[in-house]
């Protein structure tokens, strides 16, 4: 019995030094896991907002309609994009006569008084 005692002993002395050791892995453990849940948090809160401003500001002709077929949505993004880029007068010109732009860039006189 003084054998197995002393074994018990020697394992119990040798996981007292190791305590120390121990403890400092854990509080390694106890800190990464903090920077892993709070990293993981942040990714989650930016991947949410990022899919609501995404929903938000991406626009109706981007967007496949519930029910729409693949067919009708491109025809519905190339007319979309046909009428983005049409001209307002038809010939490309400015509605103001290039020799009226110095007129209206100068600036007015104030009355004297």
């Known amino acids: 019995m003084g054998k197995l005692t002393a074994q018990i002993l020697g394992l119990v002395a040798a996981l007292a030094a190791l305590a120390p050791v121990l403890s400092v892995f854990s509080s390694l453990t106890t800190i990464i896991a903090g920077l892993v849940a709070i990293f993981g948090v942040a990714r989650a809160i930016i991947g949410a907002a990022a899919a609501i401003a995404s929903e938000k500001y991406t626009p109706d002709s981007a967007k496949k309609r519930p029910g729409e077929s693949t067919n009708d949505y491109f025809k519905r993004r190339e007319e979309y994009k046909k009428n983005r880029y049409k001209k307002s007068s038809g010939d490309g010109r400015s ?16 009355p004297a008084g």
């Open 95 to 110: 509605a103001v006569p290039t020799d009226e732009l110095p007129k209206l860039c100068r600036p007015t006189q104030q």
